[in-house]
């Protein structure tokens, strides 16, 4: 039902932990099944020097976190944003259907905290076009796109 890929970061997750002095905090979480997934970002020329995350919640989520935080380590805030869920779960060679809202998290985790960065900053970023700070009502089971 798992990919290798998906054991691997769920059993030996990549970049778990907290950053003191974090120049972004992003936190999302998912009411229906209540995992909750926080990221923490250093960030320098608009570029992602650090990022460490805790999440609480499934493997699938674990997992999804610990490789959208490889997907993002060194690169610009711009491709950060671009990184959508689909190419988190496709980077872990797939996730099941009903496992696919876990990597939506990661996404929205990202997003959250570069929003938090740039209203720390005063900075606009395109790919925070019409983007919303989560409110904690939203359900991430509704938007997966298959
Ligand atoms: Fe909801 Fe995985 S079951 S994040």
Redesign the pocket.
Known sequence: MYSEKVMDHFTNPRNVGEIKDADAVGQVG?P????I?KMYFKIENDTVKDVKFKTF?????IA?SSMATELIMGKTIDEALALSNKAVAEALDGLPAA?M??SV?AEEAIKSAIYDYAQRNNKEYEGLKGYKPPTGDED??DLVEE
């Open positions: 998912n229906k099944c209540g995992d997934m919640g499934c493997g699938s989520a999804s496992k809202h876990c998290l991430h089971h």
